[in-house]
């Protein structure tokens, strides 16, 4: 993989560590998409409001996540830095399916629809939507294995908090959607989908106090996050709970949070190995339904810089200065049948 192109990936790998919002497509409370009543306790009443994700045996929750991402890169061996963009778009269903023992959950998550946009300098470099049918799919090198992603699925155990425990079926699935890809196409479908990126699809409950609390109240949140090359990235956030709002018709308590992004880098995985976040900053803001205890949306925004080694330099280093925008969204809601 030439030094542009290798570029081009690396500013996925970022994407393990800070995809926690999107922006929905299909609003809820609109046909289809039920919305439960506030519970008695929220902010608006002055009360104490438990924050803690709820996942209900037979509930089917669908998001549509958005990442838009900027970066400027400098290289030695270039003459004048690359300006670079990445889009992609996911969109994703979530099943619980039954109770395990200790009062835990087991949940299937299904990719619905992808896209993928990568340019540098104002020229694609990658491009994928899993809605269209190319003739190009055979000098895509994503195309075959991020195809093969939709309409599979994933299992997770989560504890009884509702944080996740384990990926269940973590090898299966990528051995299936990595059968007869390029070994370019596996090595930016494994950066893009990394254990830390399919943890953060279901893991909200990280975020969360799992208490009560009041307007004004605030909770310390420390996640770690492995994030391939990058190594274990570390999220040291403060959240505030700032009253009651409505989302999408959902009787929503905002949450704003703010905190700052490190990595400790991860020597040996490939060409890309031994690179690290420095200055990383976030703020995001999430609205949280503590009725039915779900993620209704969230956004947030980070800054960065992602400095590395180059295949080959000798040495040589290269920097990434970069600024991104993720949301997510529930699409849709189907709750249990009573």
Same mark, same amino acid.
């Given at each position: 993989m030439n030094t542009q192109k290798m570029l081009a990936v690396l500013v996925l790998l970022g994407m393990g560590a800070t995809a926690c919002s999107k922006k929905s497509s299909t609003g809820a409370g609109q046909e289809g998409n039920a919305a439960p009543a506030a519970t008695a306790g929220s902010p608006a009443n002055g009360a104490a409001t438990t924050l803690a994700v $709820?996942?209900? /045996?037979?509930?089917h929750l669908t998001y549509r996540m958005d990442f838009d991402q900027h970066s400027t890169s400098k290289v030695p061996q270039l003459p004048k830095p690359l300006e670079q963009t990445v889009v992609l778009g996911l969109t994703y269903s979530i099943e619980v399916q039954k109770e395990t023992p200790g009062g835990g959950r087991e949940l299937e998550l299904e990719f619905v629809t992808q896209e993928m946009d990568v340019? &540098?300098?104002?020229?694609? /470099?990658?491009?994928?939507?899993? =809605?269209? =049918?190319? =003739?190009?799919? $055979?000098?895509?090198? /994503?195309?075959?294995?991020?195809?093969?992603?939709?309409?599979s699925r994933i299992r997770y155990q989560m504890e009884s908090s509702g944080k996740l425990a384990k990926i269940l079926n973590l090898d299966e699935w990528r051995n299936g959607v990595l059968e007869g890809a390029s070994e370019q196409g596996k090595q930016i479908f494994l950066q893009t989908y990394n254990e830390g990126y399919l943890r953060q699809l279901v893991d909200y409950a990280y975020g969360m106090p799992g208490v009560g609390v009041r307007e004004g109240d605030s909770w310390p949140v420390k996640l770690e996050v492995p994030s391939g090359p990058i190594g274990t990235v570390v999220l040291n956030m403060k959240s505030t709970? $700032?009253? !009651?709002?409505?989302?999408? !018709?959902?009787?929503? /308590? $905002?949450?704003?949070?703010?905190? +700052? &992004?490190?990595? +400790?880098? !991860? &020597?040996g995985i490939g060409p890309m190995a031994n690179m690290k976040i420095e200055n990383g900053r976030l703020t995001g803001t999430s609205w949280f339904d503590p009725s039915a205890g779900m993620l209704v949306e969230s956004g947030s925004s980070q800054t960065m810089r992602i400095r590395g080694g180059i295949p080959g330099g000798q040495g040589a280093e290269f920097t990434s200065d970069v600024s991104q925008k993720v949301t997510v969204a529930l699409a849709e809601y189907r709750a249990a049948k009573k």
């Open positions: $709820r996942w209900t /045996v037979g509930d340019t &540098m300098g104002g020229q694609p /470099v990658i491009a994928f939507d899993s =809605k269209e =049918k190319s =003739k190009g799919d $055979r000098q895509n090198p /994503v195309a075959g294995p991020f195809r093969k992603t939709i309409g709970l $700032r009253g !009651a709002e409505e989302r999408q !018709a959902y009787k929503c /308590v $905002r949450i704003e949070s703010t905190g +700052t &992004m490190t990595s +400790t880098g !991860a &020597m």
